[in-house]
T-cell receptor, first 115, second 113 residues
Framework: QKEVEQNSGPLSVPEGAIASLNCTYS??????FFWYRQYSGKSPELIMS????GDKEDGRFTAQLNKASQYVSLLIRDSQPSDSATYLC???????????????FGQGTILTVHP | DTGVSQDPRHKITKRGQNVTFRCDPI?????LYWYRQTLGQGPEFLTY????????KSRLLSDRFSAERPKGSFSTLEIQRTEQGDSAMYLC???FGFGNTIYFGEGSWLTVV
């Protein structure tokens, strides 16, 4: 089982719709969760961080965390063509007691927002 | 600009040659990370430092890879005897403390021919 898994893509949504991106993780000791956006040929840029169960909203983005289910998601409301990118879920894991502070990434989900 | 800086941005090298990448983190950040990313995959952890101490190195990393952060500031990643499979984007990132946001540089693209 991969440490961090994201829903397989690519995901295509029409402009103005809600895009839903999902991620599961294997280490129950994980404490910090991040969503990064990566445009083609560019490095990842942080969109959201979430540390506690529940929802966290920032503009059109909402991150949801459920530690019991080991699940984190990102909702993008009113999707725009400029949101078209690869979205990376990252988890700060304490696996093995030695990996403190290491971010483990999922494989990414490609999102395309079409006009 | 006070973000994470990487140099060079692009490197083309012949198989068997050595290459070195440099990373300058955000100035107040004590943690520095190296990741590698290939097409269609998420970034893969290579190693990280807290100040000048290298705290973890991926088991996937061969002995051809070495990283240093001699004074707890900038870091270098050296790849010896490059192979075509080393072609990737090498990402440097930094953060302050545990669990806080990790910020990435723009990456260094390596092509081994």
């Amino acid at each position: 089982q991969k440490e961090v898994e994201q829903n397989s893509g690519p995901l295509s949504v029409p402009e103005g719709a809600i895009a839903s991106l999902n991620c599961t993780y294997s280490d129950r000791g994980s404490q910090s969760f991040f969503w990064y956006r990566q445009y083609s040929g560019k490095s990842p840029e942080l969109i959201m961080s979430i540390y506690s169960n529940g929802d966290k909203e920032d503009g059109r983005f909402t991150a949801q965390l459920n530690k019991a289910s080991q699940y984190v998601s990102l909702l993008i409301r009113d999707s725009q063509p400029s949101d078209s990118a690869t979205y990376l879920c990252a988890v700060n894991s304490l696996a093995g007691g030695t990996s403190y502070g290491k971010l483990t990434f999922g494989q990414g989900t490609i999102l395309t927002v079409h006009p | 600009d006070t973000g994470v800086s990487q140099d060079p941005r692009h490197k083309i090298t012949k198989r068997g040659q050595n290459v070195t990448f440099r990373c300058d983190p955000i100035s107040e950040h004590n943690r520095l990370y190296w990741y590698r990313q290939t097409l269609g995959q998420g970034p893969e952890f290579l190693t990280y430092f807290q100040n000048e101490a290298q705290l973890e190195k991926s088991r996937l990393l061969s002995d051809r890879f070495s990283a240093e952060r001699p004074k707890g500031s900038f870091s270098t990643l050296e790849i010896q005897r490059t192979e075509q499979g080393d072609s990737a984007m090498y990402l440097c990132a930094s953060s302050f403390g545990f669990g806080n946001t990790i910020y990435f540089g723009e990456g260094s693209w390596l092509t081994v021919v």
